[in-house]
């Protein structure tokens, strides 16, 4: 059982730009054109490693909301490279609210002979307190299963047991299973049993429906799946945002609505959130003589965000209740749970109104018709004054903005539920741009080829507070190589400062900074004549330079999670007696319908200046395939003209 409202912050990162004279400073970003949902690796290879024989779950609900859960499979290895990661099999279970027992375990050769794990073949770990105390992260405990001669060409089965002794949510329960569409499977079965008399809905997708039966009060549901060819990932027809009912999946819950799910969250946690004694001190010391009550909640945001590390709750039924406040504030530590509870009480104190808000925090971008626990697994804030949500766990984010995964998610507001109202929201677009940057180049180009020069990055929004902890997060040894590393990584012999100013750690949720580096580099034209590609020496994700590598002949078929940008950036050349830039690219002004882009050359007494601006339009949050595929004609042509080299020749006296 993992934490239902855990705080998994997805970041995705694009892939660096490599091009001569271009050094790029990739921190990551989300940007036009992210993956959401990568290819597995042995479809990647178009081979199989694993035909699963069997994959069997039984699901046994009772009357409490309790499940009983036996799941079975046997995987046969095909190819050598699968074979260290079958030879073993971990099973992991609250201590708190389950007990788990092995049921069969066993190597199937080749040959037909069964070869039973023997008892010593199992390691057991367990997570417990100090002198008998409690575990303060997680009571998970795990068992590990040793296979026992195991070759390409054998099957690994295991058939175990893991059964609830405590319903996370009284009298409630929800499933949440799936096959995987790459994944070979020669035979895959469901089983669900449950009371007549509990009311259940039921949605499955891509899976077989066998009849219903009812016996001695109880009603088994089966389903069959069966994939023994699995499909082969295609980038343009798979990569991108997987909606509900793309793949073999089964939702079952005896929730009635997304509120209910909601309402018995908050019976549980909206208490722990009355603002203390303690608590309403805290709030006066935080916010200190500031009257505007906006100032005052982003006070108390950066201070629960800041201050307030990340601690998984994993123990029993703290996966879906926070901690008392007083642990938390004890240890400064929290999940998002407590993140979320300790914020909305700190507002409380100060008068401004708040809201918990359910969501999702991985690749789901819509709920299923079935309300089920598992597809709300994170808690945030809403404050309803100025229509702004807000994560506390997310301690990279500054206040009014939200991790790039979240926009355009649907949520389930607890006030809502408390009211008695099922009308899910959904986060607003951010129409602001994901990345406001402003580069300036000094470059000085010697006729031996060497360059000295200096680079200044000047950025505002998210990206800024990326780079910011980049920065803060950076080794003293690393900072003090930085420069020489950076060319380095391009086979050339640099050096230089870098400068990141004062960074401390109250700004650290400041949405501007800047960063600059003074360099000297003994070949960056190497040759007596020849051409580059102008690109940026530090950029947050490449810079103008990396629409030159879009690719417009696919034609995507998924929505895609997209950000824009506002960038500019201007490079002033200097150039020595005895260097000569014989060609330079054409001056473009171009205006599209998501892309504007403008690049001037000009020559001048003792070089040439260049000036290029990129205003992306893209709204922060999802695009659809048809958006992205617009998007890609556009960013092509204009990376036609990124494409375009700086001739040089240089006589060396």
């Known amino acids: 059982m993992t934490p239902l409202f855990s705080s998994a912050f997805a970041q995705r990162r694009l892939r660096p730009i490599l091009l001569l004279l271009s050094f790029v400073l990739t921190i990551g970003a989300a940007w036009a054109q992210s993956e959401e949902r990568a290819a597995p690796e042995n479809v990647k290879a178009a081979q199989i490693d694993v035909l699963f024989k069997a994959v069997n779950t039984e699901y046994d609900i009772d009357p409490e909301g309790r499940i009983t859960t036996v799941y079975g499979y046997g995987a046969e290895i095909l190819l050598e490279r699968a074979l260290e990661g079958e030879k073993t099999r971990r099973i992991s279970y609250s201590r708190g609210i389950q007990e788990a027992e092995i049921l069969e375990a066993y190597t199937l050769k080749a040959d037909g002979r069964r070869i039973d794990v023997p008892k010593d073949n199992y390691q057991t770990n367990s997570r417990s307190g100090r002198s008998g105390g409690n575990p303060f992260f997680s009571d998970k405990e795990s068992i590990t299963v040793v296979f026992p001669d195991v070759a390409v060409g054998d099957t690994t089965y295991l058939r175990y047991r893991l059964r609830d002794t405590v319903a996370i949510f009284p009298g409630e329960a929800s499933i949440v299973d799936s096959f995987s569409a790459f994944s070979a499977i020669e035979e895959g079965n469901i089983t669900l049993r449950a009371p007549e008399n509990l009311k259940l809905t039921l949605e499955a997708h891509h899976l077989e429906a066998l009849p219903t039966r009812v016996s001695n009060g109880i009603v088994t549901y089966q389903w069959r799946y069966r994939n023994p060819q699995p499909r082969a990932w295609d980038e343009e027809r798979d990569s991108g945002i997987w909606h509900i009912g793309d793949s073999p999946e089964l939702y079952v819950s005896t929730f009635e609505s997304y509120a209910a799910i909601a309402r018995a969250y908050g019976e549980r946690a ?124 997310a301690d990279n984010i500054p206040f009014g903005y939200l991790p790039g995964n979240a926009y355009a998610k649907p949520v389930i507001h607890i006030a809502d539920a408390d009211a008695g109202n099922d009308n899910l929201r959904v986060i607003p677009l951010d129409k602001r741009p994901f990345i406001h940057e402003d580069i300036h180049h000094t470059l000085n180009i010697a006729a031996d080829g060497s360059a000295s020069g200096k680079v200044r990055v000047r950025l505002a929004g998210i990206s800024a507070t990326r780079w910011r902890d980049y920065f803060m997060n950076m080794k003293s040894e690393r900072r003090a190589k930085f420069v020489e590393d950076l060319f380095s990584r391009q086979g050339m012999r640099g050096k230089g400062v870098l400068h990141t100013g004062e960074l401390p750690q109250e700004k650290r949720l400041s949405d501007e900074i800047e960063v600059s580096m003074d360099f000297q580099v003994d070949n960056l034209l190497k040759p007596r004549s ?97 958006y992205t595929n617009t998007w890609s004609k556009e960013a092509a042509l204009i990376g036609e003209n990124l494409q375009e080299q700086i001739f040089f020749k240089r006589q060396p006296k």
Not at 300 to 319: F, K, P
Not at 363 to 370: I, K, M, N, S, V
Not at 587 to 600: A, G, M, P
């Open 270 to 393: 909206l208490p722990k959130a009355e603002p203390t004694e303690r608590v309403r001190a805290l709030a006066a010391e935080i916010v200190g003589e500031e009257k505007a009550p906006r100032e005052q909640a982003r006070l108390l945001y950066e201070w629960v965000s800041t201050r307030i590390s990340y601690a998984g709750n994993d123990i029993g039924v703290g996966t879906v209740v926070p901690r008392d406040l007083d642990v938390v504030l004890d240890n400064n530590m929290g999940d998002c749970k407590d993140h979320a509870t300790l914020l909305q009480a700190l507002l409380t104190a100060r008068n401004i109104a708040s809201e918990q808000v359910l969501i999702d925090t991985g690749r789901a971008y819509e709920l299923p018709r079935t309300p089920t626990v598992w597809s709300v697994n994170h808690v945030i804030n809403y404050l309803p004054q100025w229509g702004i949500y807000a994560d506390a766990t």
């Open 530 to 626: 020849g051409a580059f590609v102008m690109g940026a020496l530090m950029s947050y994700d490449g810079g103008i330079v990396r629409l030159a590598n879009v690719d417009d002949s696919k034609t995507y078929l998924r929505d895609h999670v997209c950000w824009g940008g506002n960038l500019r950036e201007t490079y002033d050349i200097t150039l020595e007696p005895g260097v000569q830039l014989t060609q330079l690219p054409e001056n473009v002004t171009r205006k599209s319908v998501y892309l504007d882009y403008k690049n001037v050359v000009k020559r001048n007494k003792n070089g040439v200046r260049i000036e290029r601006a990129l205003l992306d339009k893209s709204p922060g949050g999802v695009c659809s395939a048809a």
